[in-house]
């Protein structure tokens, strides 16, 4: 299995991007996927997990909630970051991966891990 984000670009302060993340493999509906993000200098962070179903979405509270909304398509093997109103802080590079068991909020429950893609906010 492995998932690759793209979709990631440069885009002024309250603009709005969607990112892509496409799975390879057949078992794709039957694992949560997550979104994550790292800025320079900083940690790995969570911003948006789904569950396998696409039923259940989780959020990383005050930072991206009311902006951002992570979807799927199952039948296509993709998973979807909507981000509106967008920030300088949000500047990063966003990873999607597949969920391993545990808690959706700490990377080291997830796995294949793609290449990211950067984001960028102007001010």
């Known amino acids: 299995v492995q998932l690759q984000a793209s979709g990631g670009g440069l885009v002024q302060a309250g603009g709005s991007l969607r990112l892509s993340c496409a799975a390879s493999?057949?078992?794709?509906?039957?694992?949560?996927v997550g979104w994550f993000r790292q800025a320079r200098g900083k940690e790995r962070e969570f911003v948006a997990a789904i569950s396998s179903s696409g039923g259940s979405t989780y959020y990383a509270g005050s930072v991206v909630k009311g902006r951002f909304t992570i979807s799927r398509d199952n039948a296509k093997n993709m998973v979807y970051l909507q981000m509106n109103s967008l920030k300088p802080e949000d500047t990063a590079v966003y990873y999607c991966a597949r969920n391993l068991g545990g808690s959706y909020y700490y990377p080291t429950n997830f796995g294949s891990w793609g290449q990211g893609t950067q984001v960028t906010v102007s001010s």
């Open positions: 493999g057949r078992t794709f509906s039957s694992y949560a």
